[in-house]
């Protein structure tokens, strides 16, 4: 337990710094996109979920901040599609916290993890919207 315990106190001394780093870049980036959100969605449903992926993974937050998010950009209208792949992508997709991911666990799993994640969101998105038009 002792030797577990000293490895821990190890490993947080490498990734402390790393942490702190992503942390400050991403309160630097998400003000800037979170403006642009809006602008950046077209309208098509075949390309706005690939955009709210992609604007999902590179943003990154607790979940409650993208339901904020997402409820803003309904509210811009964008479509509920997109900002369904925007909040699953957010949540799940980590490309700022990579390098630390890539120290911790290894290049192979935080590749193939982020892949899997945002290639989900997309088709999580849009089995939801098909389910919600199923419903109502």
């Known amino acids: 337990m002792k030797k577990a315990f000293q490895k821990t106190l190890e490993t947080l001394k490498i990734s402390l ?3 702190i780093g992503i942390l400050m870049l991403i ?3 998400n003000p800037l996109f979170e403006k642009y959100y ?3 969605f077209t309208g098509n449903y075949f390309i706005d979920p690939l955009i709210g992926a992609v604007a999902g993974s590179i943003s990154f937050g607790i979940p409650i901040a993208s339901y ?3 409820g803003e ?3 811009e209208g964008v479509s509920l599609l997109a900002v369904t792949a925007f ?4 949540s799940t997709v980590g490309v700022m916290f990579m390098p630390l991911e890539i120290s911790n666990l290894g290049k192979k799993f935080a590749i193939w993890r982020n892949s899997l994640n945002f290639i989900s969101s997309i088709i999580i998105a849009i089995l939801t919207i098909i389910t919600l038009k199923i419903i109502l």
């Open 73 to 75: 950009l309904l509210k």
């Open 87 to 90: 909040i699953l992508a957010w």
């Open 17 to 19: 710094p790393i942490i």
């Open 27 to 29: 309160s630097i980036i």
């Open 68 to 70: 904020v998010t997402g």
């Open 38 to 40: 809006p602008k950046i």
